[in-house]
């Protein structure tokens, strides 16, 4: 697998150009960008890891209104990245992106990110994929990436579950994918299943008749928090090793953490990167007198938001990010899932985990701010 991912797109800042926006499902389209090089230059290549997200970093007044997705490309079409997005009516950043983005607007992102991934799973030959609703994206990513290039010879069983035969993501191309490769395809719709789909709920019976091989394979789930749950209650029932077992969480927790008042309508793409040499900005009002403490020996600089925050020994660089309204897109907060790391650029932070990270990201300054505990002042570029 190593051999074919022969480097990795390098973990940092970039802006994306949409050039094409293609409907999936009622609810669900995929955003097709081209990555802008950094001052200008060209295009460099998308070589993320299948499996692995980004996050879109957008504005409401102050305050950065991050978020994580999965890229549903593989870095096997390297020219083009994909973002195959659910619209939640609820959600913010969702409904942005269905009713405002067009072709031609440029977004900013960090990234890639993310453990979920072919290369470092290391998956055995026989691979269960096993997604539910908008958790194909990054099962899709790993399958287009082992169809391209034939990569590691694996026997994959891809079983995807939706509502209804309207609700699946990626049936077509799926559909094309298992008749051009050994790939098993199988679909499970809650309601309304068509001749060849299972109808009701992923079951032990099910899994059994479609992945008889199961016991030995490796199990690769995304989905709604309930769906993977009950995956891993069938799995225990069978006896299966949950050592290879691996997940993805599609829970949102970062819509918690909307700013009030905010709505699609008042975001805006956060380009905003000050030079290294200016001068800390001021802290806004918002932010209460006893936080801010410049020149105190407990605090955080926030280097693009140019607040300094103060803390309380053994807090958490995220809880002292969230009370001064500065927000930093989280999912596991055990330092397990990397979605909030950060990089630090001056002083000490403990980590009590670093799982989060990937290899050689602890010598570039990245931190997990979920259970990063800073030692005096430090910087952190955010």
Known sequence: MEQHLHGDWPTGRWDLECVDIEPETHDVKTFHF?????????????LHRPG????????????LVPRSYTVSSSPSRPMLMTLTIKRDPNGLVSRFMHDRLRVGDVLPISGPSGSFDLVSVKP??????????????????????????????FDVTFLHSARSPEDLIFRHELELI????????????????E???????????????????????????????????????????MGFDMSHYHEE?????????????????????????????????????????EAAAPGGASEIHFTLTGKTVAYEPGQTILDV?????????????????????????????????????????????????????????????L
């Open 34 to 46: 081209r990555v802008r090089g950094r001052e200008g230059g060209a295009d460099p290549l998308c």
């Open 52 to 63: 692995q997200f980004v996050t879109l970093r957008l504005r409401h007044g102050d305050k």
């Open 124 to 153: 055995r030959k026989s691979v269960v994929m096993l997604s539910g609703g908008s958790g194909v994206t990054p099962l899709m990513s790993m399958l287009r990436y082992i169809h391209d290039t034939r990569a590691g010879d």
């Open 178 to 193: 298992a008749a051009r490769s050994n790939a098993k395809l199988g679909f499970v719709c809650q309601n309304g299943a």
């Open 195 to 237: 001749a060849g789909m299972d109808e009701g709920l992923l079951t032990r019976e099910l899994l059994e008749r479609h992945a008889p091989g199961i016991l030995a394979s490796t199990v690769l789930t995304c989905g709604p928090a309930p769906y993977m749950a009950a995956v891993k209650a069938i799995l225990g029932e």
């Open 249 to 289: 969480s599609f829970g949102d927790p970062a819509e918690r953490i909307n700013p009030e008042g905010a709505s699609p309508e008042s975001l805006t793409p956060d380009f905003v990167k000050p030079d290294k040499g200016e001068a800390p900005a001021p802290v806004p009002e918002d932010v209460p007198a």
């Open 321 to 381: 990010a969230s009370s001064a309204g500065i927000a930093i897109p989280t999912n596991c907060q055990m330092g397990l899932c990397g979605t909030c790391k950060q990089k630090c650029l001056d002083g000490v932070v403990n980590m009590d985990d670093t799982e989060g990270l990937e290899p050689g990201e602890e010598e570039l300054g990245f931190v997990l701010t979920c259970c990063g505990r800073p030692v005096g002042p430090v910087s952190i570029e």
